[in-house]
């Protein structure tokens, strides 16, 4: 039944297609939704946040709502163990600030880690606050068996941090595209070096996350209700090599010369605390 959607993009609603999907059956997930902002949100970087075939102006109630569900749809189509990256942001209306949090707790998720995604530039320049140059990146895990820890990350994925530190792609139509840096780290993180996954993103834009899991092997679906982005998206796809090195300059990042089980094996140095433990201990039994 999933071949019918698998390496497609599918011009729908996005709740609408997610309910004629098979349970567990996604590997990865990867996405950025329209984030509300009222569409009066402007700036030099981001001139208008209007999505084309779409509103960004919802009562925030609504949204929310429609976030849970949406989320909790992905939970079901994605395997035990798989995970989903979430990228938004902190907002502010009328001086009250709404968090993401506000909506994760109430999914089915196990929310993993909060990453920052420090973009280097603020798309909004007034002086009402710090400027905000950060987004927030949620790493959920659905939970295999009654651990809700998962599977511990290669050292060549965890050294990155969590501070994931890219600039926002310019050179795109889409009013709010991220880069093909951040859902390639995502896919690979998890995935590493396999092959044949199915990564999932259900607001999929310009494709980027679709075009990173091409590149990575694996295949795809994707779903957005705006014809000229599944469009673009389509093209890029049929034009994946172009982005191979973008992609590469990623990778070679995902690199470690010693895992910290090899440097406490030689008997190398694996941190302060150890060290200072060892110490305490002694001068506990001299």
């Not at 035990?80 to 993401?100: A, C, L, Q, V």
């Not at 603020?122 to 809700?148: D, H, M, P, T």
């Not at 469009?231 to 990778?251: F, G, H, N, S």
Request: charged share 30%.
């Amino acid at each position: 039944m999933i071949e019918q959607f698998a390496n497609k993009i599918i011009k729908a609603d996005v709740l609408e297609t997610l309910l004629r999907l098979p349970d567990s059956c996604v590997d990865v997930g990867v996405t950025s939704p329209p984030y509300n902002k009222q569409e009066n949100k402007k700036g030099w970087l981001v001139k208008n946040v209007v999505y084309s075939g779409a509103t960004d102006k919802l009562p925030e109630d609504e949204y929310q709502d429609i976030q849970v569900k949406v989320l909790n749809e992905i939970y079901r189509v994605t395997k035990p163990g798989g995970s989903f990256f979430y990228n938004h942001k902190t907002r502010w209306e009328r001086g009250y600030m709404i968090h993401p949090m506000d909506w994760l707790r109430k999914t089915k998720w196990t929310i993993r880690q909060e990453i920052i995604w420090d973009r280097k530039i603020a798309a909004n320049i007034r002086g009402w606050r710090f400027w905000q140059v950060e987004e927030r990146i949620y790493w959920l895990y659905k939970a295999k068996g009654k651990s809700l820890i998962g599977k511990e990350l290669e050292s060549k994925h965890a050294l990155l941090t969590s501070i994931w530190r890219f600039s926002p792609e310019t050179n795109n139509p889409h009013p709010a595209p991220f880069p093909l840096a951040l859902p390639v780290r995502a896919i690979y993180s998890i995935m590493s070096d396999a092959k044949g996954g199915l990564v999932i993103d259900p607001y999929c834009g310009s494709g980027t996350t679709l075009v990173a899991a091409k590149i990575l092997g694996h295949n795809y679906i994707g779903v957005d209700i705006t014809e000229e982005y599944v469009k673009y998206a389509e093209r890029r796809l049929r034009d994946y090599e172009r982005e191979i090195p973008l992609a590469e300059e990623e990778l070679s990042k995902h690199v470690v010369t010693k895992t910290f089980a090899e440097r406490k094996e030689r008997g190398e140095f694996v941190g302060r605390h150890r060290n200072h433990t060892k110490t305490r201990d002694k001068a506990l039994f001299d």
